[in-house]
């Protein structure tokens, strides 16, 4: 704030500084000197209106009084070092320095020492900017000299194979001279020929042989005449074109010999070779990549072959688990079906141990001699009973036990082979799944390899490209100076008579090219071996290009492969896990079905205890009826006398009760085995439920171990299968002994049924005996019918009240479990409401912790605002008081000359020897004056009161 109030302090421009008017002073400035006098608070420094605050006062001003002083005329040409202040001339400006800002010399210090930094900035940023025109200049110029190198190479290039082409012509030349030398030489032979021919011929044909000869050698002459004119014209315009050809050439090859100097051919060569040999590397490593590759391409094949007999594994383990949970089923329905038989024997033996009572009874009434017909009566009907109940018991003891032993072979070995399967396909699937990440490494792999590849080969190809432009090039050069070959060789073949006459002159002019051509010689190697070079890399590039476009194509085709093969792993993996689950569920249903049967069996005990319960209020109620037996006896006693007569007959009877007793105890003696045989099969039954549960317990033991004998199973491999194989004899020699000991209990069953048989034949003999003997029973049963039809409405009576106790326990128990459910509700209710309440107070104290900080926090930034209200008030009043100082000072005036006859200080009259001096500092008129020196200014007229007020200077 105080910063701003200061700018704009500096920035007023006012027209009363300068020395011409401060004389002109209005009379509304005095009044505002009053009124700002009389003002109070913070008061503006154009207007001298009152404001209650700093910040009103700066709106103020920025609003009304900034614009008007910044649109005023530019005059001020000199700046102030320290405020920025424009002033009108130099001896304002001094003026107002010394002033203003002459106590502020560290000040000014650090504001010069600011511009110069500036200053310096600025000419950085201009040295960048020619830096930077500079580079582009730079960058342009290189562009420029790499365009005339390229040009240069195309000029050696083209110079290379016109030396090739002069080569080529002078090798055909020799090639032709020395034909000629060998015609020349077949026709003197032929002269020589011909002459001793003619020798030998008579005169007279030798002179019209010789005319005839003579005339056509003169025609033939002739014609070569011309015809060596006009070969000898042809051949010295071309020669003046070779020597101007020729002299063009020496010409191109001096500036290309200057410029091959400065070119680093050298090491071009040695980068492109480099380059070579980096790529020869990279194609060996890629081809043994590629070899990699091949070799797990085909382990991914035996994969895929282990997968097709997965999906067959899996097939038969769909029907394994089907087929395990029907054995659950059936092994549950049997699990109830022994409860319902345990439950049927236990009733059994009390019906038996009830009848043995009764029997006791009878025999006891038979012995005193009364109801002896009704005994037989029952004998019989319990007989009966007896044996329908142990027909039938042995007919349903046969089947289960025939079931169970079958369906408990089945469901052992369809637990060995669902267990092995098990283990195989959790191995097989481990494998997949260190086969799938090791397929996702490798193609990612793949990919990166394909990207650098394909980089490689669009750099490959641009170079390519370029190589192949320079090609072009050249075999188009090469193709003109063929044609012109072909057109030297025409010429060349019709003037060959023409170079016999002149065959000195190319002798000389060949001497003139030999040595022309060993100048050449000495660089042409150097650009042929450049050449051959650029061709077998060209060459060689080609052909890596191709390898590479193939190995790209291999590389792709077994990407794609390889995708294919990975989504059929994925499907399959996620076929396994979803069958995995399956069987887990399968086996929590199971554990869950074995659960609700422990419940049922515990419930079924409870059941049990109520009956034993029911079975002694029976007993009660059957001594009351012994008691009222015993009062039957001593009515009984009475007939003893008959039952006297009767005792011949009874001991026949008994004789026969014996034997009965005898066949009875041989039934209860088979029964007792059969119930042994039974306990047996379900100690069996138990432990085979003990013997899955350790199973499967093993098993999930053995997947755990597994994960951790991963590395180790590969390497055992070949040993697990020996083991396997042998497991397998194992389990087939257990399966046979399994067989074995099945025929043996088949065998024992037969036995058993034949015993059955035998008892069976033995009873149809009791039953007999025992209808010829119901006739004599008959006429007790009307006694005996009688007593049991009371004895029978009791007994409903009795099961009317249970069924009722029943229904009503079966309310009792509902509205428990209705209450019990409340209950729970009410509970989980009253924890969540405590957890609630425990996360609000904990919310509450540290919302409480919080306010107190906020509290701390707000009480110390009061303390610090009015620490900085205060301060404010303070700086305010010190700046209006500066503000009124400031104004007297700018409101002095400068003396006239004409006022002022003498000197205020030392009383001299002014003359044209003691001269008139204005003070700088408060304008009057003195004869003399003293120099204050200041840093980067020039010297100053000050009075000596103001340098005795400034003791600085």
Not at 150 to 163: E, P
Not at 829 to 854: F, H, I, P, V, W
Request: glycine share 2%.
């Amino acid at each position: 704030m105080l910063n701003n109030l200061r700018g704009i302090l500096n920035r007023r421009n006012d027209p009363s500084k300068s020395p011409d008017g401060l004389s002109s002073r209005t009379p509304s400035e005095d009044n505002a000197e009053t009124n700002a006098s009389s003002a109070e608070g913070f008061l503006c420094p154009t207007c001298f209106q009152a404001f209650p605050t700093a910040e009103a006062l700066q709106n103020h001003y920025e609003s009304i009084h900034f614009e008007t002083e910044n649109s005023g005329d530019g005059r001020g040409m000199f700046n102030c070092p320290a405020c920025k202040m424009k002033l009108g001339s130099e001896i304002e400006l001094n003026s107002h320095f010394t002033r203003h800002h002459a106590n502020n010399k560290e000040g000014f210090e650090i504001e010069s020492m600011a511009l110069q930094v500036k200053a310096l900035e600025e000419g950085k940023a201009l040295l960048q900017e020619e830096l930077r025109a500079v580079r582009s200049e730079l960058s342009s110029e290189n562009a420029k000299i790499r365009e005339d190198r390229d040009t240069f190479k195309l000029k050696s290039t083209k110079l290379t194979d016109d030396l090739s082409d002069l080569k080529l012509q002078f090798d055909e030349l020799k090639a032709i001279k020395a034909s000629l030398d060998a015609s020349l030489k077949s026709s003197e032979d032929k002269r020589r020929k011909l002459e001793a021919e003619i020798h030998k011929r008579p005169e007279a044909d030798d002179v019209n042989v010789l005319q005839k000869e003579l005339v056509s050698v003169q025609t033939l002459m002739n014609d070569l005449t011309l015809k060596r004119e006009a070969e000898k014209e042809t051949l010295e315009k071309q020669l003046e074109n070779l020597q101007e050809t020729c002299l063009k050439l020496q010409s191109e090859k001096s500036e290309l010999e200057t410029i091959n100097k400065g070119l680093p051919k050298k090491e071009e060569i040695a980068s492109l070779q480099e380059k070579i040999a980096e790529m020869s590397k990279i194609i060996g490593q890629m081809q043994k990549e590629l070899e990699q590759k091949e070799v797990e391409k085909n382990k991914l094949q035996s994969h895929l072959e282990k997968f097709s007999n997965y999906q067959e594994i899996k097939a038969e383990i769909s029907e394994k688990t089907s087929i395990i949970e029907d054995l659950q089923r059936v092994s549950t329905e049997k699990d109830e079906n022994i409860v319902k038989l345990k439950n049927e024997l236990e009733t059994l033996q009390k019906n038996m141990e009830e009848m043995k009572k009764g029997r006791e009874q009878l025999f006891t009434k038979i012995e005193e001699g009364e109801g002896a017909n009704a005994a037989m009566l029952q004998l019989q009907e319990e007989n009966a009973r007896l044996q329908e109940q142990f027909l039938h018991q042995q007919k349903q003891f046969a089947e289960s036990a025939n079931e169970t032993k079958t369906k408990i072979q089945k469901w052992c070995d369809s637990l060995q082979k669902s267990n092995t399967s098990l283990k195989k396909m959790e191995t097989t699937n481990e494998e997949l799944q260190k086969t799938l990440l090791e397929k996702e490494a490798q193609l990612e792999q793949l990919n990166s390899q394909i990207n650098s590849l394909k980089a490689t080969e669009t750099a490959d190809k641009s170079k390519i490209k370029e190589l192949a432009e320079e090609l072009n090039r050249n075999k188009n050069v090469i193709s003109e100076n063929s044609n012109l070959i072909e057109s030297l060789r025409e010429d060349i073949k019709k003037n060959k008579m023409a170079y016999e006459k002149k065959a000195e002159k190319l002798e000389l002019e060949k001497q003139t090219f030999e040595k022309k051509l060993s100048e050449l010689g000495k660089t042409l190697p150097v650009i042929q071996a450049d050449l051959l070079q650029k061709e077998k890399q060209l060459k060689e590039s080609e052909v890596k290009l191709k390898e590479l476009n193939e190995k790209v194509k291999v590389t792709e085709e077994a990407k794609a492969n390889i995708e294919a093969e990975l989504l059929k792993v994925r499907q399959l993996n996620e076929e396994m896990k979803s069958e995995m689950n399956n069987v887990q569920k399968s086996m929590e249903s199971f554990e869950a079905t074995k659960i609700e049967f422990c419940d049922k069996i515990s419930s079924l005990n409870e059941e049990k205890l109520q009956a034993e319960l029911k079975t002694s209020d029976l007993k009660e109620n059957i001594e009351q009826l012994q008691k009222e037996l015993c009062q039957a006896n001593e009515k009984c006693s009475l007939l003893e006398e008959e039952n006297k007569s009767l005792q011949s007959s009874i001991t026949g009877f008994q004789n026969e009760k014996n034997s009965m007793l005898s066949e009875m105890e041989g039934f209860k003696k088979e029964i007792d085995q059969l119930n042994a045989v039974d306990e047996a099969n379900a100690r069996k039954i138990l432990e085979l439920t003990e013997d899955s549960q350790s199973a499967k317990a093993t098993a999930d033991k053995a997947v755990k171990e597994a994960a951790i004998e991963k590395e180790v199973f590969l390497k055992d491999k070949v040993k697990l299968q020996k083991q396997l194989e042998s497991l397998e004899n194992d389990c087939a020699k257990q399966l046979s002994q399994i067989q074995e000991t099945v025929k043996s209990l088949e065998s024992q069953l037969e036995e058993a049924e034949e015993k059955n048989v035998a008892l069976k034949s033995s009873l149809d003999k009791v039953e007999k005996l025992l209808k010829d003997k119901e006739v004599e029973f008959e006429k007790k049963e009307a006694h005996h019918v009688a007593q049991s039809g009371v004895l029978t409405e009791n007994i409903k009576t009795l099961r009317e009240d249970l069924t009722s106790e029943q229904k009503r326990r079966e309310a009792l128990e509902q509205k428990l479990d209705e209450v019990c459910g409340t209950k729970l509700e009410l509970d989980a209710k009253l924890e969540n409401a405590l957890d609630e309440r425990k996360g609000l107070l904990g919310r509450c104290l540290k919302s409480e912790t919080e306010c107190e900080r906020l509290q701390k926090i707000t009480t110390e930034m009061r303390r610090k605002y009015d620490d900085c209200v205060a301060a404010l008030q303070e700086l305010g009043r010190e700046n209006q008081s500066l503000q009124m100082e400031n104004m007297k000072l700018t409101n002095r005036k400068w003396t006239d000359d004409a006022t002022v006859t003498h000197c205020e200080l030392c009383g001299k009259q002014f003359n044209l020897t003691t001269r008139k001096h204005h003070c700088r500092n408060c304008g009057n008129i003195f004869s003399f004056f003293t120099t204050v020196m200041l840093e980067n200014l020039k010297k100053l007229k000050l009075c000596e009161i103001f340098v005795t007020e400034m003791p600085i200077f």
